[in-house]
Every structure is written in structure tokens, then in C-alpha cells.
């Protein structure tokens, strides 16, 4: 059974940082490219970011590159965000996501809530 669990959310404050993490399990984690999704209280998902199942290409949303960096640990089977300079429009429940050989996402996680308030 393909599980994927995110934590590292949390209540941070604007300008601060959080690293997400999104242990999987289930399936051979080397083989998927791994995404990262958000979605904001009242809005629908948005896109973050995206990996190479060996991580060598990454990918980010316009808004989000160069404030978060996307990885994965291969070795760990966990895909992590680090996110830095963190703004109150960061606020959402971020889900990790299992990228299809056609890149569609099958599996997602439960999600963990960032809330980025003074």
C-alpha cells in the first residue's frame, strides 16, 4: 500500500523558515518523481514544486523559486521543501504527491498545515 506522510508544518512567523518532510512508503521510491502541492484556506491546489526521481532537475512555481528548495533522500525514501523567507500567502496545507510516468499525481499525502502569522 503506497503511503506518503508529510510533517514540519507549524505556526512560523512572516520573513521565517520550515522544512516539510514526506516519508513514503510502499512503492520504489527512487523510481517517481515527487511533488510537492498547496492549497490555501478557501482557494484550490496549487502547484509548489517538483523533482526528478534521482533529483537531479528540479522545478518550482514562479512565486515560490528561489525563497524554496525541493529534495529527496533516496536512501530515506522521503522527499523534503525547505522554505525560507516565509510570507503570510505561504499559509496552506501542503501535500507531498507521487508523479505518474505520464505526470499525473496518484497518490497524495494527508497533508500538513503551514500558517505563516505575526
Known amino acids: 500500500e503506497v503511503q506518503l506522510v508529510e510533517s514540519g508544518g507549524g505556526l512560523v512567523l512572516p520573513g521565517g523558515s520550515l522544512r516539510l518532510s514526506c516519508a513514503a512508503t510502499g512503492f520504489t521510491f527512487d523510481d517517481y518523481a515527487m511533488a510537492w502541492v498547496r492549497q490555501a484556506p478557501g482557494k484550490g491546489l496549487e502547484w509548489v514544486s517538483a523533482?526528478?526521481?534521482?533529483?537531479?532537475?528540479?522545478y518550482y512555481a514562479e512565486s515560490m523559486r528561489g525563497r524554496f528548495t525541493i529534495s529527496r533522500d533516496n536512501a530515506k525514501n522521503t522527499l523534503y521543501l525547505q522554505m525560507k523567507s516565509l510570507k503570510s500567502e505561504d499559509t496552506a496545507v501542503y501535500y507531498c504527491?507521487?508523479?505518474?510516468?505520464?505526470?499525473?499525481?496518484?497518490?497524495w499525502g494527508q497533508g500538513t498545515q503551514v500558517t505563516v502569522s505575526s
Open positions: 504527491a507521487k508523479e505518474t510516468s505520464r505526470g499525473e499525481y496518484d497518490y
Open positions: 523533482i526528478s526521481w534521482n533529483g537531479e532537475r528540479t
